[in-house]
C-alpha cells in the first residue's frame, strides 16, 4: 500500500500579504461533466460511477488587467481525441459537455480571443479541452509534458496524447519552480508578486501543475488541485487511501506514479491544515454541487 503522509506541525506558513498587496479574483467555469469509476480512485471502494465536473477556473488579477484560465475540460466533439482515448474512455468514463470552456467565457462576459494566458495542468484529455477559440493566448505546461507532447497523436498511433493539444508556437513549458511555498518545494511566483504561485506536482502523470492563488488583502488563498486527487476525501480523511492496480483489482492506478501522487497529496493534506484556505480538485462533485450559483463566471468564488 502507497501511504499518504499525514500533517506535521512544522508545515511552512504561506506568505503573509504586503502592503497593496496584489490578489486574484477567482471564477469557475463549467467545462464538462465525467463519470468517474470509484474505485479507480480510492482502495476498497466498489465500482461506481459518480458524475463529477471538469472545472476550469478565470482568475483576474486586482491590480492590473491581467488574467489567465487554469484548464480547459473537455471537448465536445470526443471524436477528435486520440483513438486510444476513444477506446479506453468511451465506456469506461463516459463525458458529456453541456457547456464549453469557451461557451462558459462568452456567458461570463469574456471574449475567448481576449485571454492572455492558459495554464493547463497536464495533458490528460479531460483537461486540455479545445484551445481553437483561444487564438492569441499563451499556453503553459509543466516541463515533463513536452516528453509526451513529442510522443503524442498522430506520430505515435498508440498514444493518450495529442500532439496539438496546445498551439506548439504559444506554449511554454515551465521547467524551473526556483522557490518554494507551504509545504511545496518547488513553485513558481507567476506574476512577481505574491497574488499566484505555479506548484510541481509530478505524482499524477508528466508535467503535471497546480496553482495556489491569493484570494484577498488579509491572507486567503485557493488551492486549484487539477488531479493531484481524484476525490477529495483523498485529502480531507486520513483513513483513505490511493487505489493501485495490484491491491484493488482496477486495471490501473490513476497516477503515473503511486509514490509521489501520495507524496503531492500529503502535501495538500498539510496546506489546507493552514488558516483560510480553500480547495477545489477538478473533479469535486461537492464542491461544485455547493458552488454552482455564486461561484461560477460571471460570479466569483467568496474569500473564506
Not at 487554469?70 to 463516459?94: C, K, Q, W
Not at 507567476?190 to 503535471?208: A, I, K, N, R
Amino acid at each position: 500500500m502507497t501511504t499518504i503522509p499525514s500533517p506535521t506541525e512544522t508545515t511552512p506558513a504561506l506568505p503573509l500579504p504586503s502592503a497593496n498587496q496584489p490578489f486574484m479574483h477567482v471564477s469557475a467555469m463549467k467545462a464538462g461533466i465525467i463519470h468517474i469509476p470509484v474505485d479507480l480512485v480510492i482502495s476498497g471502494e466498489s465500482r461506481v460511477h459518480r458524475g463529477c465536473p471538469s472545472l476550469s477556473f478565470y482568475l483576474k488579477h486586482s491590480a492590473s488587467d491581467r488574467h489567465l484560465i487554469f484548464d480547459l475540460g473537455l471537448r465536445r466533439n470526443f471524436e477528435s481525441y486520440p483513438p486510444a482515448v476513444i477506446t479506453h474512455y468511451t465506456d469506461l468514463m463516459p463525458c458529456e459537455v453541456p457547456q464549453s470552456v469557451a461557451e462558459s467565457c462568452v456567458k461570463g462576459g469574456l471574449d475567448p480571443a481576449t485571454l492572455e494566458t492558459i495554464i493547463i495542468s497536464h495533458l490528460h484529455f479531460d483537461h486540455i479541452g479545445d484551445h481553437a477559440p483561444f487564438t492569441k493566448a499563451s499556453f503553459v505546461l509543466g516541463g515533463r509534458g513536452k516528453v509526451s507532447v513529442a510522443d503524442g497523436y498522430p506520430g505515435n498511433p498508440a498514444s493518450f496524447t495529442l500532439a496539438d493539444s496546445t498551439p506548439a508556437d504559444r506554449t511554454i513549458f515551465l521547467d524551473d519552480f526556483p522557490t518554494s511555498v507551504g509545504p511545496f518545494p518547488r513553485a513558481l511566483d507567476f506574476f512577481g508578486d505574491g497574488s499566484v504561485y505555479v506548484l510541481d506536482t509530478p505524482g499524477h502523470c508528466l508535467g503535471h501543475i497546480n496553482v495556489l492563488a491569493r484570494t484577498s488583502t488579509d491572507g486567503a488563498w485557493i488551492y486549484l488541485g487539477g488531479d493531484v486527487a481524484h476525490d477529495v476525501r483523498l485529502v480531507t480523511e486520513s483513513e483513505r487511501q490511493i487505489a493501485l492496480a495490484a491491491e484493488s483489482g482496477a486495471p490501473y492506478c490513476m497516477h503515473r506514479d503511486p509514490a509521489q501522487a501520495a507524496v503531492d497529496i500529503g502535501r495538500v493534506r498539510a496546506l489546507v491544515q493552514l488558516p483560510r484556505v480553500e480547495l477545489v480538485i477538478a473533479h469535486d462533485w461537492k464542491w461544485y454541487e455547493d458552488n454552482i450559483g455564486h461561484a461560477f463566471l460571471p460570479g466569483k468564488i467568496v474569500p473564506k
